[in-house]
């Protein structure tokens, strides 16, 4: 719409003009918050607004109405997403539509001349191994993705402010850390995002009596959610560079694959927030104390029906009154926890007692001390059971245990499966120093269990226990990582498992959910 002031033709045009304005607005209110548009209205109107027949693709005028002292115009438009998306992410606003997420650069590099992939978590904080210094500076790929990602508006942590607040256990100092390991080493962070992966340089082909060298870099990322495990983005690039030092080289070449890699990165995880904030995110709800069924479907009708935004609701599981519930919303889990907290439902009252950027954790009303006593923590399970081979579920990763005898042992629960009625444990650990043999058994630095077999993954040798004073096999030699497999039959309608591990100490935290 626009005043007519004596001329109709200029008015239709400034009125088509300020409906292509209003066209940009609605698209630009699907991915950023009213919130956020009031406090960067200068900057929104400056970049955005003011050149809106850019992101606009083609419009068709449906219906014009001329007046005496007003000319009004309804288009129907078609709207550049990619290009306002790339626009409004340069700007920094989707970052903060998705609450400025924390992100935390786990990056393992090794640069021409290196023997070896460096990488900070290997000697960061309390109990790391001392790092012998090499010739070329570490961490290019890292600093150069930091960089990138600080100028599109992300939030990044600084290892060096955290340094030597927690220990990172022995089990986790490893380059090709899994993503399980890297989320727990996020979790205690504070990171909410991890960006993970490795950068390799290495001499290219000389040209024959030329100083000159060529140098190529590869290098491979993937971002993570640290709450639910959801992979945001996934990417690998390379890149080339010429230089007569060899570690200049080198550098070049890594700094040139990170910064092709930082734009596809970026890319890839705010076409998923976008994705996201306009046709839904899922939200895990992990609800315990229920006493059945009915309290159950009383939560699921309530989703469907008395929430905004909620769009489906997906049952993962429900045992022993627990379940785990995914809401497709169209909401935030922190909108999603204040509906359920403020709401009644049927009878209910439900306590949130742990949330994050994507999941909540709650309780009914004066079960929450009960439950908490019977399930795992955040920090000790993942997120969600996810299938495993020949039908079993992963359970996860549990906390690392430290002998209380001996600090130079290490030994890390890995992975825990059921199948049947039978569980499986895999375990590891990380010799450092003189383990003495625990009483009534056959041998030091190894592994036990009382029933059932165990199987040496670094031998693939089984063996069978009879039950009597803890079998033990799978001894650990000095430097060596043992990844073991215990199996064993679970007590009926057991809830914990205490498996004894040599000398080492007992694990009392493993969850038998079936």
């Known amino acids: 719409m626009a005043g007519v002031q004596g001329e109709p033709a200029i008015a239709r045009d400034n009125a088509i003009q300020d409906a292509l304005r209003k066209a940009v607005e609605q698209a630009v209110g699907t991915m950023v918050s009213s919130e956020t548009l009031v406090e960067n209205f200068q900057v929104v109107r400056d970049n955005i607004y003011n050149k809106s027949q850019g992101y606009v693709k083609e419009y068709k005028v449906v219906k014009e109405s001329p007046g005496k002292d007003l000319y009004a115009v309804t288009i129907s438009a078609t709207v550049s997403t990619e290009n306002l998306k790339n626009d409004l992410g340069a700007l920094g606003l989707l970052i903060a539509r998705v609450g400025k997420p924390r992100t935390l ?23 790391g191994a001392a790092f012998a210094g090499q010739s070329v500076e570490m961490a290019v790929s890292e600093t150069v993705l930091k960089e990138e990602f600080l100028n599109r508006g992300f939030n990044v942590i600084d290892i060096s402010a955290v340094t030597g607040k927690f220990e990172i256990s022995n089990a986790y100092r490893i380059a090709d ?4 390991g890297a989320r727990d080493i996020g979790r ?32 491979t990322l993937s ?28 550098n070049q070449a890594i700094e040139n694959a990170a910064r092709q890699v930082a734009d596809k990165l970026v890319e890839q995880i705010t076409a998923k927030w976008t994705a996201e904030m306009s046709g839904g995110q899922l939200i895990q709800l992990t609800i315990r104390g229920l006493s059945g069924m009915k309290d159950l479907i009383k939560i699921k009708e309530f989703l469907k029906g008395k929430v905004r935004g909620v769009q489906n609701v ?43 950027g994507n999941t909540l954790e709650l309780c009914v009303a004066g079960k929450c001390a009960e439950a ?14 996810e299938e495993g081979m ?19 042992v290490v030994v890390q629960l890995n992975e825990v499966k059921v199948r049947g009625s039978v569980l499986q444990v895999v375990v590891s650990g990380v010799y450092q120093g003189k383990v003495e043999a625990a009483a009534g058994t056959k041998q030091s630095g190894h592994f036990a269990v009382s029933s059932g077999s165990v199987l040496d993954y670094n031998t693939n040798k089984k063996y069978e226990s009879t039950g009597v004073d803890g079998d033990t096999c799978c001894s650990v030699g000095p430097g060596d990582i043992k990844r073991v497999q215990i199996t064993f039959p679970a007590p009926p309608g057991a809830k914990k498992v205490g498996i004894s591990i040599g000398g080492l100490g007992t694990f009392d935290e493993v969850m038998i959910t079936q």
């Open 372 to 385: 908490a006593a019977s399930a795992p923590t955040a920090s000790s399970m993942p997120a969600s059971p």
């Open 390 to 408: 020949g039908g079993a579920k992963t359970y996860g990763v549990l906390k690392s245990m430290r002998s209380a005898r001996d600090k130079d």
């Open 188 to 219: 205690k962070m504070g990171a909410e995002i991890i960006i993970k992966g490795k950068a390799l340089a290495k001499e290219g082909p000389r040209t024959a009596g030329s100083s000159v060298g060529s140098y190529l870099a590869d290098i």
């Open 105 to 127: 650069f786990m990056i393992a590099e090794q640069n021409v001349g290196q023997e070896i992939l460096l990488y900070w978590w290997g000697y960061w904080g309390k109990g």
């Open 223 to 250: 971002a993570v959610r640290v709450d639910n495990g959801q992979v945001l983005a996934s990417v690998r690039g390379n890149a080339a560079a010429r230089h007569i030092a060899q570690h200049v080289g080198g």
């Open 177 to 180: 850390l899994t993503d399980t």
């Open 314 to 356: 997906i049952q993962r599981s429900f045992e022993r009154g627990e379940a785990v519930l995914e809401v497709d919303a169209k909401s935030s889990a922190q909108q999603l926890g204040d509906e359920l907290a403020s709401k009644p439902i049927q009878g209910l009252d439900l306590d949130i007692i742990a949330a994050t």
